[in-house]
């Protein structure tokens, strides 16, 4: 049986080296011009993938850095459709809230009062409220964004900021461990 497999791989070795040898001068030109063109057109091709992938990583990259993917812009937008039902349930308290897309994966809220805040506000004392009020908001998004943040801006009606922090998943995971 074993002499048998010998046999086989013999005669294949075989066939393969005579019809290698019966080429002929004009054919092994040929075959030697089409072989160097396939290897120019493999590594044009391989070269082309590289440059291809290098500026898909290279917009990733950038893509990433910015911290807005197409993801995250979806997601601001479900956000912004919810903005009209937001004005209505705070009607009169503020004359225009808006949501929109910050860097680094920042959601950014902004509430603009209808009438100027007729105390200085202690952000400092707002923001744990804050924060267990927009836990639910981080968890949900940071499926799809891991490093959101939110950003909180309070504005008076002619736009003099009254209050501007940044919630981030750490303020939120220590909402945990305080329960």
Same mark, same amino acid.
């Given at each position: 049986m074993k002499k048998l497999k010998v046999g086989i791989v013999s005669i294949l070795m075989g066939m393969l080296i005579i019809s290698g040898c019966g080429n002929t001068k004009g054919s092994t030109n040929a075959s030697s011009s089409q072989s160097s063109s396939q290897q120019e057109s493999s590594e044009k091709a391989s070269k082309e993938s590289s440059s291809s992938l290098t500026i898909e990583s290279t917009e990733e990259t950038e893509e990433a850095k910015s911290g807005n993917s197409s993801q995250f812009s979806l997601m601001i937008e479900a956000a912004q459709s919810? /903005?009209?039902? *937001?004005?209505?349930?705070?009607?009169?308290?503020?004359?225009?809230? !808006?949501?929109?897309?910050?860097?680094?994966?920042?959601?950014?809220?902004?509430? !603009?009062?209808? &009438?100027?805040?007729?105390?200085d506000v202690d952000a400092e004392a707002l923001k744990p409220t804050l924060v267990k009020a927009l836990k639910p /908001?981080?968890?949900?998004?940071?499926?799809?964004?891991? +490093? /959101?943040?939110? &950003?909180?801006?309070? *504005? #008076?009606? +002619? #736009?003099?900021?009254?209050? #501007?922090? /940044?919630?981030? &998943?750490? +303020?939120?995971?220590?909402?945990?461990?305080?329960?």
């Open positions: 919810q /903005v009209p039902n *937001l004005k209505k349930q705070y009607e009169g308290m503020y004359s225009d809230i !808006t949501i929109s897309e910050g860097e680094d994966s920042t959601i950014v809220y902004t509430y !603009t009062f209808a &009438q100027e805040a007729p105390m /908001v981080i968890d949900g998004a940071k499926v799809m964004v891991p +490093d /959101v943040k939110i &950003q909180v801006i309070f *504005l #008076n009606p +002619d #736009n003099s900021e009254v209050i #501007n922090f /940044v919630i981030t &998943q750490e +303020d939120t995971d220590s909402v945990d461990a305080e329960s």
